[in-house]
């Protein structure tokens, strides 16, 4: 069985200031990862994923994570936010087989000007 | 624009009533995803459909059901509904041959309340 787990219901953080959001996974196969960004009454966006090679992943709007295997986890970062970056961020994994998705709660980054 | 396509955006009914929700795919993917976002329980799959057959099920409530048409588009239908059925339901859409490498495409989403 699979599942994620996001440790940070809300993140607070000043505009130009640094953020990591946190996921870890579980799971008995291997897995694929994604993180999606969900704005304000709209659907969710993909961000980036992680497939293989490379375990540093970039993805839009300057977002980038890191798929670290031995500590099961893929933390999404941002070097300096920006207002236009407040919204909800879902980590997802999916087995490489059987096409499920798996969503963590979801963090709600909030941006201070 | 993911090119998933959700009608309708908002849909207020009454308790047991029914209601349909409508989801035509992006272009070329075959396989329709359903999830109910709520307040307290997150994203929470409901079911899965590829080229008109269900895939795999989640945690759908044996009131609700739904189908894929030939032409690729889908229905979720909700029945008997109640006052926790409120939530926002989105479908999503991905190209699915025969792995998961493909990242799921998400509608917009209908917003349901249920008074």
């Known amino acids: 069985a699979q599942s994620v787990t996001q440790l940070d219901s809300q993140v607070p953080v000043f505009e130009e200031a640094p953020v990591e959001l946190r996921c870890n996974y579980s799971?008995?196969?291997?897995?694929?990862l994604f993180w999606y960004v969900q704005y304000p009454n709209q659907g969710l966006q993909l961000l980036l994923k992680?497939?293989?090679?490379?375990?540093l992943v970039k993805g839009i709007n300057g977002f980038e994570a890191e798929f670290n295997k031995s500590q099961t986890s893929f933390h999404l970062r941002k070097p300096s936010v920006h207002i236009s970056d407040t919204a909800e961020y879902f980590c997802?994994?999916?087995?490489?087989?059987?096409?499920?998705?798996?969503f963590g709660t979801g963090t709600s980054l909030t941006v201070i000007p | 624009d993911s090119g998933v396509t959700q009608t309708p955006k908002h849909l207020i009914t009454a308790t047991g009533q029914r209601v349909t929700l409508r989801c035509s795919p992006r272009s070329g993917d075959l396989s329709v995803y359903w999830y109910q976002q709520s307040l307290d329980q997150g994203l929470q799959f409901l079911i899965q459909?590829?080229?008109?057959?269900?895939?795999a099920k989640g945690n759908i409530l044996e009131r609700f059901s739904a189908q894929q048409f030939p032409d690729l588009h889908s229905e979720l239908n909700l029945s008997s509904l109640e006052l926790g059925d409120s939530a926002l339901y989105f479908c999503?859409?991905?190209?699915?041959?025969?792995?998961?490498?493909?990242?799921?495409?998400f509608g917009n989403g209908t917003r349901l309340t249920v008074t």
């Open positions: 799971s008995s196969v291997s897995v694929y």
């Open positions: 459909y590829y080229n008109g057959e269900e895939r």
């Open positions: 997802a994994v999916a087995p490489y087989t059987g096409n499920q998705f798996y």
């Open positions: 992680y497939l293989s090679g490379s375990t």
């Open positions: 999503a859409s991905s190209v699915d041959r025969s792995s998961s490498n493909s990242p799921l495409h």
